[in-house]
């Protein structure tokens, strides 16, 4: 068994990583190609100089025209209006200790990581108009300690052109016990913390992180008025293999340790090779298969492997065992599946019949195995613990509901336990 290249990840003459976030439901990058801040993932190095911002004065003002006084002094400001004749703004002064970097729709310049949202698994599309977007212009900010253990701390909301936060009457706010604000925003930034990720990752309880950083339990619907309950003990820094879900998109954060444990695109690609070593065959037309390079794993090519997800069973394209429109329509409806429903000619299972994609983000995979088993629907291969962990993590879909979806596009999982195990038949000769 192959091991990883760490050599690949080794940068001492650069800057301290911190880490970097990767957003799930892309093969390796955007289906239009990764382009200045939007892009999909982003790595999080130590600036040159600290942009960190810390609080320091609260103001109750109760004039609309002082708190636009406040705000206008160019210093960063967190505002939180209680009434029409009442405002406490928090003043952020600068904090020499740590780097801010703030991520959302916006691609005004304060935003360092744009982020649009995912189209549940149709890999081709980019048209993100059709409906509107449920993640915030600028929706949250990771800020880095500059020294050692480079802790990585989440925060809901981000600051604006004018340097600001603004939550508005409507929006949900308090005052805490020791007097300070801390407030949602609309529909919340949430998030997962695993335990063990990725050795013997077992998944946490989703929270809802505060604009001050402090974690709750989740409102009863995402954008609902009242909060949850504090969850005692528990803290906004991020670690290995956590989530945070933007309602719209969700990011994987991976420390700059664990990526260096992580396998790289050349292991990827060496297990490619080594799979197709084996000249798998199609038992039907007793072709050889091979899957195709990385960079051209997104479009369909004549030895791609297919497979019936049902069964498991690898076979080239054919039109074999195609079922008679009238049995597949009623199979379908009793199933709820859509389309490529096929009977497998070795054993005869029904089931999807789709092409099989090699997963390409190496920051999603568990471990370095062999790719031997196939996310279902989708067709995405990795390794079975990695099939295992994502199949057994909810994710934040909708406004209240979770389920799993395949990492490298987004498409929800079905069935138990949403995934299959690849057989592969040999050469004959």
């Given at each position: 068994?192959?091991?990883?290249?760490?050599?690949?990840?080794?940068?001492?003459?650069?800057?301290?990583?911190?880490?970097?976030?990767?957003?799930?439901?892309?093969?390796?990058?955007?289906?239009?190609?990764?382009?200045?801040?939007?892009?999909?993932?982003?790595?999080?190095?130590?600036?040159?100089?600290?942009?960190?911002?810390?609080?320091?004065?609260?103001?109750?003002l109760s004039n609309p025209q002082d708190s636009k006084a406040v705000n206008s002094r160019g210093q960063h400001s967190i505002s939180f209006t209680l009434s029409r004749n009442q405002t406490v703004v928090v003043e952020y002064c600068h904090d020499n200790d740590t780097d801010m970097f703030q991520i959302g729709r916006s691609t005004e310049s304060p935003i360092d990581f744009v982020v649009t949202d995912t189209p549940g698994g149709s890999k081709?599309?980019?048209?993100?108009?059709?409906?509107?977007?449920?993640?915030?212009?600028?929706?949250?900010?990771?800020?880095?300690?500059?020294?050692?253990?480079?802790?990585?701390?989440?925060?809901?909301?981000?600051?604006?052109?004018?340097?600001?936060?603004?939550?508005?009457?409507?929006a949900t706010k308090w005052k805490n016990?020791?007097?300070?604000?801390?407030?949602?925003?609309?529909?919340?930034?949430?998030?997962?913390?695993?335990?063990?990720?990725?050795?013997?990752?077992?998944?946490?309880?989703?929270?809802?992180?505060?604009?001050?950083?402090?974690?709750?339990t989740l409102r009863e619907t995402r954008s609902g008025p009242i909060r949850g309950q504090l969850a005692q003990g528990e803290s906004s820094a991020l670690q290995d293999g956590s989530l945070v879900d933007l309602c719209g998109a969700t990011l994987l954060w991976r420390t700059a340790e664990g990526l260096l444990?992580?396998?790289?695109?050349?292991?990827?690609?060496?297990?490619?090779l080594e799979l197709n070593a084996a000249r798998p065959q199609c038992p039907v037309g007793l072709s050889t298969l091979a899957f195709?390079?990385?960079?051209?794993?997104?479009?369909?090519?004549?030895r791609q492997p297919w497979?019936?997800?049902?069964?498991?069973?690898?076979h080239g394209r054919h039109d074999w065992g195609q079922r008679p429109e009238r049995t597949r329509d009623r199979e379908e409806g009793a199933s709820g599946g859509t389309g490529g429903r096929r009977e497998c000619p070795l054993c005869r299972t029904v089931g999807p019949y789709v092409p099989l994609w090699l997963g390409c983000e190496p920051a999603f995979y568990m471990d370095a195995g062999a790719p031997t088993h196939a996310f279902v629907p989708c067709g995405h291969v990795c390794s079975e613990r990695t099939a295992r962990y994502w199949a057994e993590t909810p994710l934040p879909h909708g406004t209240h509901a979770f389920r799993p979806a395949c990492p490298f596009c987004s498409a929800p999982l079905s069935g138990s336990p949403g995934f299959t195990r690849l057989i592969f038949q040999g050469p004959i000769d």
């Open positions: 068994m192959l091991s990883p290249n760490q050599d690949e990840h080794a940068r001492s003459k650069d800057p301290v990583k911190y880490g970097e976030l990767v957003i799930l439901g892309y093969n390796g990058s955007l289906p239009g190609g990764d382009k200045g801040r939007k892009r999909s993932r982003f790595a999080l190095y130590r600036r040159a100089k600290a942009n960190g911002v810390k609080p320091s004065t609260v103001h109750i081709e599309s980019e048209d993100s108009s059709v409906a509107p977007s449920t993640i915030s212009r600028f929706a949250c900010r990771v800020v880095c300690e500059r020294n050692p253990p480079y802790t990585a701390r989440i925060y809901a909301a981000g600051f604006d052109s004018s340097k600001n936060i603004f939550l508005g009457e409507k016990a020791d007097g300070q604000m801390d407030g949602l925003t609309t529909n919340g930034v949430l998030v997962m913390h695993p335990q063990g990720f990725p050795e013997e990752s077992k998944q946490g309880m989703w929270r809802e992180i505060s604009v001050c950083g402090d974690v709750y444990k992580a396998p790289t695109l050349r292991h990827l690609d060496a297990l490619r195709p390079s990385l960079p051209r794993s997104h479009s369909l090519e004549e497979a019936y997800l049902a069964c498991g069973h690898v």
